[in-house]
């Protein structure tokens, strides 16, 4: 099914007056006041009300006599309310009690902590607890029952065909559950049976799925729980599968309508590489670069992605794969989201090769003009082999000679259209000439051995087709199975969890009272005479008051004047000039600042490993994720760190979070919990595209259904049975969902 607004464009139906357009106001039991509120969820036509899915189902299908009660089992009972009260308890809590009649015999329901229980009920209300009973003063008792009111004494009596399996939905003020369950039983009567079912009666059999106008039916009507599960199931595998053959689709595509430079990785390259670094490599850091290698061999181009822990480092990774694609002869490019990050990645690749003669250059905004035009010309000519940028380095201006590999760091802050810029870059010369990429003899590499990463360049004949450049992404944020499904779902995936040896986990403590402030500041200024450095981290520039304790420019005055007196401390925001905000960070890394007071602009990028401790402002406001990324900017060289986030915070996700961060240095188990608490928010990062791409789906609580759905559309993509007639109306509604947030041609 396809949500749509346009009645004109129901891929369901070709024609104009599609049933399922049907503003929702004019379904039988809505009107013009329940469309208002309705439209408060999303809710606007028939078929908008028909995808409204239950989130669950009360099922009080075992309704029993009082008398037939049995202990912890699953079962209901219907009485008359016939007593209400309330008990204080010590510390401020209470317990709410109510009293059923059922025929003759009394059965209880309790609730702990819940006074507004108490309202919802009135002397001589029919109503039907259900739960698993026990036993207490000689009576049954429910604690926390689910709760079903009958609304006349006629239901009452006929109690069996007045309850049974009742679906649950989100609803919104204004309207009742009872109102909620009339409308969507109103809609399924009416409409549908206008639904039409893309998939293939064989195809549905195969996979054991219902047809979908019966889901629709059970999903809103069922007979059983278990009548209700299959058809949920149903709606919610139609909206990951036609997601994940959209990833499918891509990845093809990729893969048949475009070749790529083939880099090849010889002993000889990978020993010429390896010996630039000052460490040897970890095991999963090699088992990465043995993936790369496979990868760039080929002519088709690689798609892959590169998750790691904080500092497991990934970066030197990057610099192998683009090393060997200048190496084969060829350019290769980085891009970052940050000037912060694009720095840190320049002065890597400055430090590497700083007695090597590949030629590179550092692309940002705000250059110089006759310096971008020199940099702009190098690379259209080939001359630049290695380009390290901002966004700047996808504009239309930048034009490469033969671009072999495209990076691209921190990903997830970057949306589709940016990472699928590379692929339409076209490697055209500019002179009748081959392609020549000077050779370099380097005279004295780190191991005074020569190093010659460009010495075999290939010539590239003018003739060939244009060839789209490997993209390796990379992210050090790791991802929850469930967003990487999806998000990077037409990707190959390299993991690193392994950190490098020596390097220490951050002991991670949690601040509260101003106490234990006092104490943690002692703390930084005891480090500090030992010659560490520390970072204060706030999660905004200005104060909202004079006295805004968590605001950059606010603390920034108060360490100078009061807690750290007599240390240098230095301020870092985003709204600093260019020019500024390199100045300090040169200073914090040549050591003349001790404190850096700073918002979430080192959130990745900064590497100094002298920097050993870590101050968080209202760690409360920032997600697990993001707590992560910040930690891992200490603790990088060979001394212990400590992070101390301050938090008054007493909120049960607040505690959820911050004891998470105290309990775990993991930075994919803390992917999970974040995903848990927070959500999937916006799995492919094009809100600002104003897409969606998920309907009813969610990932994360759905994680069982995509690994099916991944795996249902990776077997009709690969085994070409998509591309048959029968599965017509599947291609259109994917191509209607997807085909913009996707890159996909509009044609199948």
């Known amino acids: 099914m396809d949500e749509m607004t346009d009645s004109t464009e129901n891929p369901h139906h070709n024609i104009v007056e599609d049933p399922l357009q049907t503003p929702v106001q004019f379904v039988a039991g809505v009107g013009p006041q329940r469309a208002a509120l309705l439209a408060k969820l999303g809710i606007k036509t028939a078929l908008d009300l028909l995808l409204h899915l239950p989130h669950s189902v009360n099922d009080f299908t075992d309704m029993r006599p009082a008398t037939h009660l049995e202990k912890e089992v699953e079962q209901s009972v219907h009485g008359r309310v016939v007593d209400r009260d309330i008990r204080n308890l010590s510390k401020g809590r209470t317990l709410v009690g109510i009293l059923l009649d059922c025929e003759g015999h009394f059965v209880r329901g309790t609730w702990f902590n819940q006074p507004w229980m108490l309202k919802k009920f009135r002397d001589e209300d029919h109503v039907v607890f259900s739960g698993k009973p026990k036993r207490a003063s000689g009576r049954w008792e429910f604690s926390n029952p689910r709760i079903h009111w009958l609304s006349t004494e006629d239901e009452a009596a006929d109690i069996e065909n007045a309850v049974g399996v009742l679906p649950r939905y989100p609803l919104t003020e204004g309207i009742k559950m009872d109102d909620m369950r009339r409308m969507t039983r109103s809609v399924v009567d009416g409409f549908a049976e206008s639904v039409q079912d893309p998939l293939p009666e064989y195809y549905r059999s195969h996979h054991k799925l219902p047809h979908l106008p019966t889901a629709l039916h059970w999903l809103h009507t069922p007979d059983s729980k278990e009548q209700f599960e299959t058809a949920r199931h149903r709606v919610i595998l139609d909206d990951l599968f036609e997601f994940q053959l959209g990833l499918a689709l891509r990845r093809r595509i990729w893969g048949t309508n475009s070749k790529a430079w083939p880099i090849a990785v010889t002993a000889k390259i990978d020993a010429r590489i390896r010996r630039l670094f000052e460490f040897r490599f970890t095991s999963g850091q090699d088992q990465t670069v043995k993936e790369l290698a496979k990868d760039l061999a080929k002519e088709q181009p690689m798609h892959r992605l590169l998750q790691a822990d904080v500092g497991a480092g990934k970066t030197a990774i990057a610099v192998y794969a683009m090393l060997s694609a200048v190496a084969a002869g060829c350019q290769a490019v980085l891009m970052a989201p940050t000037e912060v990050l694009a720095t840190q990645h320049w002065l890597t690749f400055e430090h590497l090769l700083r007695q090597s003669r590949v030629k590179r250059g550092f692309l940002v905004g705000g250059l110089p003009a006759a310096e971008r035009r020199q940099l702009l010309s190098d690379i259209a000519v080939g001359d630049c082999q290695i380009v390290v940028g901002t966004q700047a380095v996808i504009q239309e201006s930048v034009r490469f000679r033969n671009l072999a590999l495209a990076v691209i760091d921190e990903q997830h802050r970057f949306g589709v259209r940016q990472r699928a810029a590379f692929g339409s870059v076209d490697d055209k010369p500019t002179d009748g000439d081959s392609a020549h990429v000077p050779g370099t003899a380097d005279s004295a590499a780190p191991t005074g051995q020569q190093h010659e990463l460009a010495a075999n360049a290939e010539t590239r004949p003018v003739s060939a087709p244009p060839r789209q450049p490997h993209v390796l992404v990379m992210t050090a944020t790791p991802i929850p199975r469930s967003l990487c499904l999806t998000r990077f779902g037409d990707l190959d995936v390299s993991t690193m969890r392994e950190l490098p040896p020596g390097r220490q ?212 993509v690969r085994t070409g049975d998509f591309d048959s007639p029968e599965y017509q109306s599947l291609r259109n509604i994917v191509l209607k969902r997807f085909a913009h947030v996707l890159d996909l041609p509009q044609t199948g």
């Open 505 to 716: 986990n951050v002991v991670t403590s949690r601040v509260e009272t101003v106490e234990q402030q006092a104490r943690a500041w002692e703390f930084v200024r005891q480090q500090v005479a030992k010659g560490r450095q520390a970072f204060v981290v706030c999660p905004r520039v200005e104060g909202q008051d004079d006295d805004d304790d968590a605001a950059a420019e606010t603390v920034f005055q108060n360490l100078q004047q009061a807690q750290l007196n007599g240390i240098t401390v230095g301020l870092l925001h985003g709204r600093m000039d260019r020019d500024t905000r390199h100045d300090v960070m040169g200073r914090f890394r040549n050591h003349e600042i001790e404190v850096l007071v700073s918002t979430t602009v080192i959130e990745v990028g900064v590497d100094v490993p002298n920097a050993t401790i870590m101050l968080v402002q209202q760690a409360e406001r920032f997600g697990l994720a993001q707590l992560h990324q910040l930690r891992g900017r200490i603790c990088r060289g060979s001394f212990q760190g400590y992070c101390f986030l301050i938090s008054d915070a007493d909120t049960p996700e607040a505690n959820q979070r911050l004891q998470a961060m105290e309990q775990s240095s993991d930075g994919f188990e803390l992917a999970e919990k974040d995903a848990e608490l927070r959500g999937p928010g916006d799995v492919l990062g094009t809100r600002q595209s104003g897409a969606l791409p998920l309907r009813v789906a969610n990932p994360i609580r759905d994680i069982q259904i995509l690994q099916t759905a991944r795996r249902m559309a990776h077997d009709l």
